[in-house]
Nanobody, 115 residues
Framework: QVQLVESGGGLVQAGGSLRLSCAAS????????MGWYRQAPGKERELVAT???????NYADSVKARFTISRDNAKNTVYLQMNSLKPEDTAVYYC?????????WGQGTQVTVSS
């Protein structure tokens, strides 16, 4: 049974930084896309950043130049470095692994940015 375990969320002041991690436990292979999504209260889940197995990245306009996604394929882990955080970045952040035939989601980690 594959599970994605997230860590690194928390409370930070505006302008601060956090680094999220998401690691897969269990046997998992052929993960094409790893990514991060977020959901703020009363809003729909939205894409934050994704990275494919060949290194192609995609960022939401709202986080470009502030957030950086990286992945360690050997460890089946994806990271999200978040700098210059803003109160509007407050949300539950979810990681996603997309394989050939299955998609996996993490349980979510809360990020709260105070003004």
């Amino acid at each position: 049974q594959v599970q994605l375990v997230e860590s690194g969320g928390g409370l930070v002041q505006a302008g601060g930084s956090l680094r999220l991690s998401c690691a897969a436990s269990g046997s998992i292979s052929s993960i094409n896309l790893m990514g991060w999504y977020r959901q703020a209260p009363g809003k729909e889940r939205e894409l934050v950043a994704t990275k494919t197995s060949v290194g192609t990245t995609n960022y939401a306009d709202s986080v470009k130049a502030r957030f950086t996604i990286s992945r360690d394929n050997a460890k089946n882990t994806v990271y999200l470095q978040m700098n210059s955080l803003k109160p509007e970045d407050t949300a539950v952040y979810y990681c996603k692994f997309q394989g050939v035939s299955r998609t996996y989601w993490g349980q979510g980690t809360q990020v709260t940015v105070s003004s």
